[in-house]
């Protein structure tokens, strides 16, 4: 998706505002001055040029990791739920896994000593050549869920990267909503595939389109992409896909609603690709809504698995989760008040807009709290130099729009704000799982303006009660006021409980009605 239409409105704010920058000492001002790059589809505006900084090829820096917490091995005690003809049975520890040397040494380098859920039943169904509809809570290990068995069979199949071919053909195609999400599955993928012969690549918008056929055409197995950048370089047939086996589609829930939908439709029927029967199909997410379930069917095979972890939609409930009641006005010196008691440990401050994530990131800086933001008008060297700064703990407060909310994996992020509610719950639940990762605990405050989120009270009522949450009287009344008695029920359920097939009955929201992001910002 290009982002040129919003140069106009952010030079506005910058010009008005006088904002000279001062976002962990970086950005502001010199990323929005007029006839600077700001497309990314490569036909609009000025090229885009910036080429990311070479990645270190320490094992130490390869193999970082954070250590899984208190709570890991609880999540043996969650319900799991396969559903579909004939599932594999599940395996228990990573040796049943059967990895080949190269791959075990690397998972045992990455500190992983035994499987999550996803992981124990994700990693049989895959190797048995099944599809996949993957449910997991946020932070319960997903991506190793696909990448392992995938890598699995290219490398017992001695699949090699070859650099002498104009048009490389890659095994495996991964997709993902976001610019940072996908490089980061990108590295997870880079660090398995560590001193094999198979190649990962990662291609997306904001950075140099001829630097990335480069890497591209440096041999490519398996092709992490965000949508637009993918089909743009299929586009230019740099890509053949006639040996694809597997199509993984990661935060697969947003990959189908409406904002990324036609991409996707776009991708399977591009020539080479083969059809789905040809082909496994994966897909993960901590959310599902029951429509976007069933338009997923159109890309999977008739008997793909559905594999539930828990309660489907389910925030995790290693997040401590707080709503305070607030007004609009109010929500700023909410804000102070609350990193006041977290200090300098990580947050991540959630809002609605760009323009908001600009002027609150500001705003703390001059209350002299470290703060840097990420938000789809910034340039991606600047996106990637905040999220970097976060990382590092140079700036412990990270004002983000919903670009960030899914899929992030950021060491030591204790604490998240949603300072302005997104308007689908399923965000909220995404967005709070940057916290509380890998049996990690963290806590999660929500500023709740009666006036503004009303539309929210009693999704988020059930998502509390669901993760056996506190939920306030207020909220409650709230909610109860919003949708009066009939059909409100706190201690049911929002969230599809389980694989759409079993129900008749739609009990979701419509995705289109969902919206996208449930923002202002655009995603790729
Ligand atoms: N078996 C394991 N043992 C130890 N750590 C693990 C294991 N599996 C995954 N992890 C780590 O847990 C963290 C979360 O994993 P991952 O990012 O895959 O979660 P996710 O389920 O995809 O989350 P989200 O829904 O937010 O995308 C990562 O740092 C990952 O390296």
Redesign the pocket.
Known sequence: MCECSTVGRSLKFFNRSGFVGGLGGRGGRGGFRPGKSRGSCGSCGPKVTYVPPALSEDESSIFA????GIN?DKYDDILVDVSGHDPPKAIMT?EEAALCESLNRN?SK???????P??KHGIPIISAGRDLMAC??????????FLLPILQRLMADGVAASQFSEVQEPEVIVVAPTRE?IN?IYM?ARKFAHGTCVRPVVVYGGISTGYTIREVLKGCNVLCGTPGRLLDIIGRGKIGLSKVRYLVL??ADRMLDMGFEPDMRKLVSSPGMPPKEDRQTLM???TYPEDIQRLAADFLKTDYLFLAVGVVGGACSDVEQVVVQVTKFSKRDQLLEVLKTTGTERTMVFVETKRQADFIATFLCQEKVPTTSIHGDREQREREQALGDFRSGKCPVLVATSVAA????I?DVQHVVNFDLPNNIDEYV?RI??TG???NTGKAVCFFDPEADGNLARSLVKVLSGAQQEVPKWLEEVAFNAHGTIGFNPGGRVFASTDSRKNDRTTSQPAAALGVAGDDDEWE
Request: charged fraction near 25%; glycine fraction near 14%; hydrophobic fraction near 25%.
């Open positions: 990791h954070y250590e899984s890991f990573f998972v990455s500190g992983y000593k035994k499987p999550t996803v992981q997991a809570q946020t932070g319960s290990g997903k991506t190793a869920a999400l980061q997870e990661d935060e993960f997410s901590a899914r899929g992030l994996d060491k995404h799982g940057r990762r890998c049996g």
